[in-house]
Nanobody, 119 residues
């Protein structure tokens, strides 16, 4: 079975930094794109950043200039470097992958990692 596992979340002060990792496992033939989403209590889940296997990136306006998404194709792993963190960044961060396993292409999600930025 395909699995995505996030790590690196925690408690950090405003202005601090954090690096999230998303490791994939299972019978993965190829990955078209991976991304990070976040969801705060009472709010909708939103895209934070995404990256294709070719290296094209996309960011939410709220994190441009502060967050950087990167990937390691050999490891099928994606990272999110978060700098200059703000209280508004507090949320559960989820990893997503558009990938192929067997003959099926689909979206897969991790279970999330909590990021808390104190005020």
């Amino acid at each position: 079975q395909v699995q995505l596992v996030e790590s690196g979340g925690g408690l950090v002060q405003p202005g601090g930094s954090l690096r999230l990792s998303c490791a994939t496992s299972g019978s993965i033939l190829s990955i078209y794109a991976m991304g990070w989403y976040r969801q705060a209590p009472g709010k909708q889940r939103e895209l934070v950043a995404s990256i294709t296997s070719g290296g094209r990136t996309n960011y939410a306006d709220s994190v441009k200039g502060r967050f950087t998404i990167s990937g390691d194709n050999a490891k099928n792993t994606v990272y999110l470097q978060m700098n200059s963190l703000k209280p508004g960044d507090t949320a559960v961060y989820y990893c997503n992958a558009d990938l192929v396993t067997g003959s099926r292409r689909g979206d897969y999600w991790g279970q999330g990692t909590q990021v808390t930025v104190s005020s």
